[in-house]
């Protein structure tokens, strides 16, 4: 699995508000359709394309051109604003930049995130066999739901 690439933000980013905020204190204008994009990611548990994004706010009638919806999720993601997945078939964004595990269904192909810790003594045996400290991990699980897509 590739490394995300995306600039840390001190603190992680708890809700669109938050969100929404963190834009302005970087100067970032918030357009409406940069909005619309924010508030369709936090309502989502899933990570999406931005075909997804952009299918999903055509369906709800709203004005927004592919190129911009493209355009909102670099900025976005090279501001660490928003999750990004780097996947062989492209893309996915998410709403949650702090550090948190995936579980990857085989099945349906969706990614839900799910925030668990390691046992004390497993992230020690880590660090003796690797002789460093461990500050940070994400696991990839990888699951089934018996419904394929
Ligand atoms: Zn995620």
């Avoid at 997804?52 to 660490?80: D, M, W």
């Amino acid at each position: 699995m590739k490394q995300q690439s995306q600039t840390r933000v001190e603190k992680p980013i708890q809700s669109l508000q938050e969100a929404l905020d963190y834009c302005r204190k970087l100067g970032m204008r918030i357009s409406q359709q940069r909005q619309l994009i924010l508030e369709l990611l936090w309502r989502s548990p899933e990570h999406l394309s931005a075909r997804e994004i952009y299918n999903r706010l055509n369906q709800q009638g709203k004005q927004i051109c592919q190129t911009s919806v493209y355009q909102n999720l670099a900025a976005l993601s090279q501001h660490g604003i928003i999750e990004c997945l780097e996947r062989s078939e492209g893309n996915l964004y998410g709403s949650f930049t702090d550090s948190h595990s995936h579980v990857n269904c085989l099945d349906s192909e969706q990614i839900f995130n799910v925030w668990v810790q390691l046992p004390n003594s497993l992230v020690e045996k880590v660090e003796q066999q690797t002789n460093t400290k461990i500050v940070d991990y994400r696991i990839e699980f990888y699951g089934l739901c018996g419904k394929s897509s």
